[in-house]
Nanobody, 128 residues
Framework: QVHLVESGGGLVQAGGSLRLSCAAS????????MGWFRQAPGKEREFVAA????????YYADSVKGRFTISRDNAKVTVYLQMNSLKPEDTAVYYC?????????????????????WGQGTQVTVSS
């Protein structure tokens, strides 16, 4: 079973940047799509970004498009989320996830049930 561990969260001022990392426990991670989700207090968990198993395709929520960048390094079994121009409304617990069938070649990555494995989450707080 794949275990995912997020890191890189913290407190940052509006307009600042953070880079989240998600390390997987097994090299089988390289066969699966990876995604980032977030959950703010009192709100449902929402899709942020996803990357295909190969790293060649990426997908973003409209709210983060142009500010966040997802990438992966399969040799290091790690996925990243570079977050720039942060806003107070980006404040949330950020979760990474892995899932779908191996070598998934579709384009639908935004739904929670697609993902089988989840990390424990890392807090991101953006002050105004």
């Amino acid at each position: 079973q794949v275990h995912l561990v997020e890191s890189g969260g913290g407190l940052v001022q509006a307009g600042g940047s953070l880079r989240l990392s998600c390390a997987a426990s097994e090299r089988t991670f390289s066969r699966y799509a990876m995604g980032w989700f977030r959950q703010a207090p009192g709100k449902e968990r929402e899709f942020v970004a996803a990357v295909s198993w190969s790293g060649t395709s990426t997908y973003y929520a409209d709210s983060v498009k142009g500010r966040f960048t997802i990438s992966r390094d399969n040799a290091k079994v790690t996925v990243y989320l570079q977050m720039n121009s942060l806003k107070p409304e980006d404040t949330a617990v950020y979760y990474c996830a892995a899932g779908g069938v191996e070598y998934y070649s579709g384009t639908d990555y935004s739904h929670l049930p697609f993902y089988d494995y989840w990390g424990q989450g890392t807090q991101v707080t953006v002050s105004s």
